[in-house]
């Protein structure tokens, strides 16, 4: 029920920790992965950890910011591979200028600033390769899209006030497209991840000495489980969604995985 074997899954931000998490975990379980991004060092070394533990892959370098980037990545992938199935869009993140300090005026945010983060997580990291990949998925009348939001889309978390509204617009988009798909072959589904120690928000939760900061040990007190999740813990749900058989009767759902975060308030 779980095996990928005879998947087609594009990873966009495989390149990344969260994505190539997700990309390890798509070839492990049988998927030919596309790795997709923009840093070709980081994607070969992906495409190696893939094949180390025994599954295909292949980098293809694309802008999820340009339609026609993406569109030459499709392609390449199509003649490589063949039509994608599954579509993970995990290309995102935040801006520091976009990031409110402690006492901060929300009504000096600058709005450049908000609108790079909004074509970051919504236009080029869902919008534009779910157009793309969904197209010609389709066409084929099969596919998943597994679009990446994050616990922060459900509850407006302080400071990240762009990301936060970002990921709630990405949370609404993946319900409307798997309404309009549902019949056409196409799952439409996200994952909302909670707080995993990455690059982009690895200043805000450590200090640089290593210890927790305070909004860190403000996170891990109101997580049930006391502690920040790992990128494999992402593995589960990935596949899952991914699989046209053990989710087959899934669309417009939201998994979070986030240490039971979400059941608690701050």
Known sequence: MFDLGGEVAVVLG?????GGAMADALGSAGACVAVL???RERGIERVAAIESLGGSAAFFEADALQEVSLRQALEAVQRHYGTPTVLVNSAGGNRPDATLPPGADFCKLP?????????LNLVGGTLLPCQVFGEAMLAAGKGSVINIASMSGMIPLSRVVAYSAAKAAVLNLTQFLAREWATRGVRVNAISPGFFPAEQNRALLYQADGSLSERGRQIISHTPMARFGSPEELSGAVIWLASPRASSFVTGQNIVVDGGFSSTTI
């Open 14 to 18: 495989g390149t990344g920790g969260l």
């Open 37 to 39: 991004g923009r840093n």
């Open 111 to 119: 709005t450049s600033a908000w609108r790079e983060v909004f074509d």
